[in-house]
């Protein structure tokens, strides 16, 4: 069965610091990795997805994720974060064979960005 | 362009009480799905429609909770009779129907039981 882990759920940075959003699956068969941003009292936001080729995706608001098929990672990463970034982010995955409904979200990690 | 719109945004209601939510997709997109998100549990998937045909409600917790489809614009999530453990934020969401596609969520329901 997959399954989606969110290694830390709350992460406190500094403006204009990097930071780095860890997330790690299992499967047992290929997947596509997606990460949403959910701001408060909003619903979830694709910020980017995995579906094939690359490694490194790129998304919305400077955001990007690189897929690490050994290690089953699809870490978030933004070089330089601004106050409006904070917000609670998730991982989600679901398997090449899988139906619609099979995307399994992590538990979702909260960023908080402080002046 | 409208987004997923769900209605209402805010629902407090007594125990026993029947509550419905309603759900209205972007235009165009062929499934639909329910969430409930809490604290404890995370983002769990109630069930999904494709085409306005159920396609799996495995997530739906117990028979208190349906959900129906009629159109392609529209599908409501019902609990009947409340409990207070149903509180939660209830989230729809719909996509074009294909399994890489994104999907776009509207901005929930906050329900509280008392």
């Known amino acids: 069965a997959q399954s989606v882990t969110q290694l830390d759920s709350q992460v406190p940075v500094f403006e204009e610091a990097p930071v780095e959003l860890r997330c790690n699956y299992s499967?047992?068969?290929?997947?596509?990795l997606f990460w949403y941003v959910q701001y408060p009292n909003q619903g979830l936001q694709l910020l980017l997805k995995y579906l094939s080729g690359s490694t490194l995706v790129k998304g919305i608001n400077g955001f990007e994720a690189e897929f690490n098929k050994s290690q089953t990672s699809f870490h978030l990463r933004k070089p330089s974060v601004h106050i409006s970034d904070t917000a609670e982010y998730f991982c989600a995955v679901r398997n090449y064979g899988g139906s619609q409904g099979n995307l399994i979200f992590g538990k979702g990690t909260k960023l908080s960005v402080k002046p | 362009d409208a987004g997923v719109i769900q209605s209402p945004r805010h629902e407090v209601t007594e125990m026993g009480q029947e509550v419905t939510l309603r759900c209205k997709p972007i235009?165009?997109?062929?499934?639909l799905f329910w969430y409930r998100q809490t604290m404890m549990r995370g983002l769990e998937l109630l069930i999904y429609f494709n085409n306005n045909v159920p396609i799996d409600d495995s997530g739906m917790p117990e028979d208190r909770f349906s959900a129906k489809m009629p159109n392609a614009s529209f599908s409501t999530l019902k609990i009947q009779p409340s409990e207070p453990r149903d509180s939660a934020v209830y989230f729809c969401a719909s996509s074009i129907g294909q399994i890489q596609e994104t999907q776009y969520f509207g901005p929930g329901t906050r329900l509280l039981v008392l």
């Open positions: 499967s047992s068969v290929s997947v596509y």
């Open positions: 235009s165009g997109h062929n499934s």
